[in-house]
C-alpha cells in the first residue's frame, strides 16, 4: 500500500467534490425529466429522466473506487461505468425505436426544455472538471465519468433539439431519431470502458 501525498489528496477530494455535486444533479434532473415527460407525453423525455439513475449509479461506483486504497478497484470501476453506459444505449435504443414504432407525438413542454438546457450546461462543466481531475489523478474511473456525463449532456442536447422540432414543426419522430444517434454514441463509449 503505496502513500498518498497532499496532492494527490487534494484532487481526490475535488473529484468527490465533483461526484457528489453529479449525484445531486441527476437525482433533482431524473425526478423533473420524468415528471415533465409524463406530463407532455414525451417517451425521450421520460427515457432521459430514468437515464439519470444510471449516471447516479455511475457516480457512486467512481465515490466508491476514490474512498478505497486498492488501486486494483479501478480496473472494476471502470467496468461498472462501462456496463451502465451499456444500459443506457440499449435501453434508449430499444426505447427509440418504439417510439418511432408507435409513432408518439410528444407534446411541448417548455419545463422540461429549460431543464435540458440546464443539464446540457452543467454536464458540460461538470464533464470538463471531471476529465481533468481525473487526468492530474491518472485515474481511468474519473475521466471514464466524465466522458459519461459529457454523454449525458450530448443525450440532454439531443432530447431538446428533438423537443424543439417537435414543438415549433411539428416532427414527432425528431427526438427518437435523435436519441438513437446518442445510443450508439453512448455503445461506442461503454464498449471502450469495458475492455479499457
Do not use: H
Amino acid at each position: 500500500m503505496s502513500r498518498v501525498g497532499p496532492g494527490e489528496t487534494n484532487l481526490r477530494r475535488r473529484a468527490l467534490a465533483l461526484e457528489f455535486a453529479t449525484i445531486a444533479w441527476n437525482l433533482l434532473e431524473g425526478v423533473l425529466a420524468i415528471v415533465a415527460g409524463l406530463l407532455a407525453g414525451s417517451v425521450a423525455l421520460v427515457a432521459f429522466g430514468l437515464d439519470s439513475s444510471v449516471e447516479v449509479f455511475a457516480s457512486a461506483v467512481v465515490v466508491w473506487e476514490l474512498r478505497g486504497v486498492d488501486r486494483r478497484r479501478e480496473r472494476r470501476a471502470v467496468r461498472a461505468i462501462g456496463a451502465a453506459y451499456l444500459v443506457v444505449a440499449v435501453y434508449i435504443l430499444l426505447d427509440s425505436g418504439n417510439a418511432l414504432r408507435i409513432a408518439n407525438r410528444p407534446e411541448a413542454s417548455p419545463i422540461g426544455m429549460l431543464l435540458l438546457a440546464a443539464t446540457v450546461l452543467v454536464m458540460a462543466v461538470l464533464g470538463i472538471a471531471k476529465l481533468r481531475v481525473g487526468r492530474e489523478l491518472r485515474s481511468a474511473t474519473v475521466t471514464a465519468d466524465g466522458r459519461f456525463s459529457l454523454v449525458d449532456g450530448s443525450l440532454a442536447g439531443t432530447v431538446l433539439v428533438g423537443l424543439a422540432l417537435t414543438a415549433l414543426l411539428g416532427w414527432w419522430w425528431a427526438d427518437a431519431l435523435l436519441a438513437i444517434g446518442i445510443s450508439l454514441l453512448a455503445l461506442r463509449e461503454g464498449r471502450e470502458a469495458w475492455i479499457g
